[in-house]
């Protein structure tokens, strides 16, 4: 089974940018799909950013010009590039790798923005 290890939350001002990493134990390529979702107290936990493995990108409309998903395939690691960062997006950001009848999480990383 794949093991996830997200890094990069912290706390951050309103308009300001982070980087998640998501650094996985295999090779990401062995997924069909890669994925960021976040999960805000007292609510479900829904995707923002998804990256198929032919390169198709998809957003939340949230974060629609705001996040970039990426990745470096020979560093088995995705990433989130998340600029314009608004209050509403205070969450914990999980990683996922999902392919045909299977899905491994992280165990998350703190993201605040407050000023």
């Known amino acids: 089974q794949v093991q996830l290890v997200e890094s990069g939350g912290g706390l951050v001002q309103p308009g300001g940018s982070l980087r998640l990493s998501c650094a996985a134990s295999?090779?990401?390529?062995?997924?069909?799909?890669m994925g960021w979702y976040r999960q805000a107290p007292g609510k479900q936990r829904d995707v923002v950013a998804a990256?198929?493995?032919?390169?198709?990108?998809n957003y939340a409309d949230s974060v629609k010009g705001r996040f970039t998903i990426s990745r470096d395939n020979a560093k088995n690691t995705v990433y989130l590039q998340m600029n314009s960062l608004k209050p509403e997006d205070t969450a914990v950001y999980y990683c996922?790798?999902?392919?045909?009848?299977?899905?491994?999480w992280g165990q998350g990383t703190q993201v605040t923005v407050s000023s």
């Open positions: 996922n790798a999902a392919s045909r009848g299977y899905s491994s």
């Open positions: 295999g090779s990401i390529l062995n997924f069909g799909v």
């Open positions: 990256l198929t493995k032919g390169g198709f990108t």
